[in-house]
């Protein structure tokens, strides 16, 4: 079982950064996929951007959505039990609620959102135009 709360979100405008927080609870945090989600009224809940990690290579590999790669970054910390999304270059149609999530498997960027074990109850983020 695992527990998570987002935090971080808010109003911001086009052109700025927000940094969402995610901690999570329970036991065995590194063999979790951690991913973020986001969704608007009316739509799918959509894939963002997931970290898994690996204890072979003791290293995290990184997932994004085309919408967010080169200006999201996903990461990880393990000691702490958190996942972090550095949110850059935000424009208005990044506006979403963003739900953190886990799962032991990584689907892949079409996963649909029920195929995924665990979730936060989200965080609005609102951009400005």
């Known amino acids: 079982q695992v527990q998570l709360v987002e935090s971080g979100g808010g109003l911001v405008q086009a052109g700025d950064s927000l940094r969402l927080s995610c901690a999570a609870s329970?036991?065995?945090?590194?063999?979790?996929?951690m991913y973020w989600f986001r969704q608007v009224p009316g739509k799918e809940r959509e894939f963002v951007a997931a970290?898994?990690?690996?204890?072979?290579?003791?290293?995290?590999?990184?997932y994004y959505s085309d919408s967010v790669k080169g200006r999201f970054t996903i990461s990880r910390d393990n000691a702490k039990n958190m996942v972090y999304l550095q949110m850059n270059s935000l424009n208005p149609e990044d506006t979403a609620v963003y739900y953190c999530?886990?799962?032991?498997?990584?689907?892949?960027?079409?996963?649909?959102?029920?195929?995924?074990?665990?979730w936060g109850q989200g965080t609005q983020v609102t951009v400005s135009s």
């Open positions: 970290v898994s990690w690996s204890t072979i290579t003791w290293s995290a590999s990184t």
């Open positions: 329970g036991r065995a945090f590194t063999t979790y996929v």
């Open positions: 999530a886990a799962d032991q498997k990584y689907y892949g960027m079409g996963v649909p959102s029920y195929q995924i074990d665990y």
